[in-house]
């Protein structure tokens, strides 16, 4: 079993910042892409950030420039760092990782429960 547990959401200001963190912890033989979603009450979730293993990045347009996907492999966590949050980025954000228990196996989706983020004044 893999599992994901997500930290850093809570209230913020417009105009701040937040480091989301996501630990993944079991039997755990590699991780392939990590990333983040989120979703709004009443919206669609969307695909906020990915990174792969190798370290390629990429972004949702609205938060690109301000955001940054990083991960530390020793650990398995993956980190969301976003500035200049604006109120539209309310949601809540799930942390997601594709990873294998066992060597050759199949990869598989593992996903956090999410941390709720609000930003208002």
């Known amino acids: 079993q893999v599992q994901l547990v997500e930290s850093g959401g809570g209230l913020m200001q417009p105009g701040g910042s937040l480091r989301l963190s996501c630990a993944a912890s079991?039997?755990?033989?590699?991780?392939?892409?990590m990333g983040w979603y989120r979703q709004a009450p009443g919206k669609q979730r969307e695909l906020v950030a990915v990174i792969t293993s190798g370290g390629s990045r990429n972004y949702l347009d609205s938060v690109k420039g301000r955001s940054i996907i990083s991960r530390d492999n020793r650990k398995n966590t993956v980190y969301l760092q976003m500035d200049s949050l604006k109120p539209e980025d309310t949601a809540v954000y799930y942390c997601f990782a594709q990873a294998r228990t066992r060597s050759f196996s199949p990869w598989d989706d593992y996903w956090g429960q999410g941390t709720q983020v609000t930003v208002s004044s």
């Open positions: 079991g039997r755990i033989f590699g991780i392939n892409d």
